[in-house]
């Protein structure tokens, strides 16, 4: 069966600081993968997605970038944090075809300090 | 540009009763609609997912869905609410390249007893 992990469940991390956020796939190949954040009241946002390793689209500008070094690897990253980082941070995959229903992990909880 | 409204943010129900949550969405073509529930510090999890054929779409835990296209609406049932039923709940619509799903900002659902 398929399982999509993500860690770690809460940080605390204080502002500049960098940040790495792992999510890993298994039971499945050549999965798209996302990253959401998730703000109180403001529904979910999608900062990145990844149809392939090394192919990485970003939707919004901000502070955070994204990589995806192996096939059922996401990994969110920043350099330097800042306040308006902190938030609910979901990882999910699609397998399948067009306009699949996504598969999500539990979740990130970061706190910018 | 897709784009999904609920207009609710919050709804109180009591256990037993009935629930109806809306969901409108913008959309050119035939949209490819979701329902997911989020517990507290929890991914989401797909209710149902409505694609074509018959509007009325079931779903797990009991919740079914409609689509009316006349309306832009794909609103949210269940019969008898439990107090387990209690969450959030984020309607989406796929987009038109097929690798994004937008969400609405989500309803906040309360049981009392």
């Known amino acids: 069966s398929q399982t999509i992990h993500q860690w770690p469940a809460t940080l605390v991390q204080p502002v500049g600081s960098p940040l790495s956020l792992e999510c890993t796939v298994e039971g499945t190949s050549n999965p798209n993968l996302y990253w959401y954040r998730q703000a109180a009241g403001r529904g979910l946002q999608l900062l990145f997605y990844?149809?392939?390793?090394?192919?990485i689209s970003s939707e919004v500008p901000q502070n955070l970038s994204a990589s995806r070094p192996q096939d059922r690897q996401f990994i969110l990253s920043s350099k330097k944090l800042l306040l308006s980082d902190s938030g609910f941070y979901l990882c999910?995959?699609?397998?399948?075809?067009?306009?699949?229903?996504?598969?999500f992990g539990n979740g990130t909880r970061l706190t910018v300090t | 540009a897709q784009s999904v409204t609920q207009p609710d943010i919050h709804i109180t129900v009591s256990e037993g009763a009935s629930l109806e949550l809306r969901c409108n969405y913008s959309?050119?073509?035939?949209?490819?609609l979701f329902w997911y529930v989020q517990s507290p510090g929890q991914g989401l999890q797909l209710l149902l997912k409505?694609?074509?054929?018959?509007?009325l779409v079931q779903g797990i835990k009991g919740f079914e869905a409609e689509f009316k296209r006349s309306q832009s609406s794909f609103n949210l049932r269940k019969p008898s609410v439990h107090w387990s039923d209690a969450a959030e709940y984020f309607c989406a619509v796929g987009d038109t390249g097929g690798f994004k799903t937008i969400f609405g900002a989500g309803t906040r659902l309360f049981v009392k007893a």
């Open positions: 999910a995959y699609v397998q399948g075809s067009y306009n699949s229903p996504l598969h």
């Open positions: 990844s149809i392939g390793i090394g192919q």
């Open positions: 409505y694609f074509s054929g018959d509007t």
């Open positions: 959309y050119g073509a035939t949209p490819y």
